[in-house]
């Protein structure tokens, strides 16, 4: 599936990674939002590599710097008058015993998408002039806003059990929404 992306800052990123040589998406809530027909304000665009030294690039590309850099995480923040743009390398993270606080490492994009919370939120969307608007979903996430279900793109014990608040997220995102939880995730 191909989307029609007409925002600015989406193609001047895009292009911006052409020509550094970075493989890159948009991802998250952005992508879900685009499916359920409006677009947000909020931007997560997932870096294939060195995230924050793309960010610095795109603010760079606008003139300007970045708003935030959180180097445990690998992510950066720029700010315009119109997004809010988070950059990330793509990650796995890793749960310690009462911590909600993740050891990151580098990942692919599948393993990256695989450790969001749901499955309406393990979507990306290539920004690359190779792959610009397609879709990738690999947990049934554009199926699921369709269902208006939702559900995690993993074993839900260990997603809830990584970040005891992603139930409340979940409760949260089934009333906005107007979605239904997975039953099976009800049974916990």
Do not use: C, W
Not at 39 to 57: H, N, Y
Not at 98 to 116: F, I, M
Not at 117 to 141: H, P, R, V
């Amino acid at each position: 599936m191909r989307f029609d992306i007409q925002n600015k800052y989406l193609k001047t990123i895009g292009e911006t990674a052409d020509k550094n040589g970075y493989q890159i998406f948009v991802t998250g809530g952005y992508v879900r939002d685009l499916i359920l027909g409006y677009e947000g304000k909020d931007i997560d665009i997932m870096v294939l590599g060195d995230g924050i030294k793309f960010a610095k690039t795109v603010a760079e590309k606008y003139g300007t710097e970045l708003d935030a850099v959180y180097k445990n995480f690998e992510t950066a923040l720029l700010k315009t008058d119109e997004m809010k743009i988070e950059f990330a390398s793509a990650r796995k993270e890793s749960y310690e015993r009462n911590s909600r606080k993740p050891k990151v490492e580098s990942a692919t994009l599948e393993e990256d998408l695989s450790r969001r919370d749901f499955t309406i939120n393990a979507m990306a969307i290539g920004l690359n002039k190779s792959n610009f608007g397609e879709l990738t979903d690999s947990f049934s996430g554009y199926e699921d806003i369709k269902n208006k279900i939702i559900q995690t793109p993993l074993d839900p014990l260990k997603t809830f059990d990584d970040d005891p608040l992603r139930i409340m997220r979940a409760i949260r995102f089934a009333s906005k929404l107007n979605f239904e939880i997975e039953k099976k995730h009800l049974k916990l």
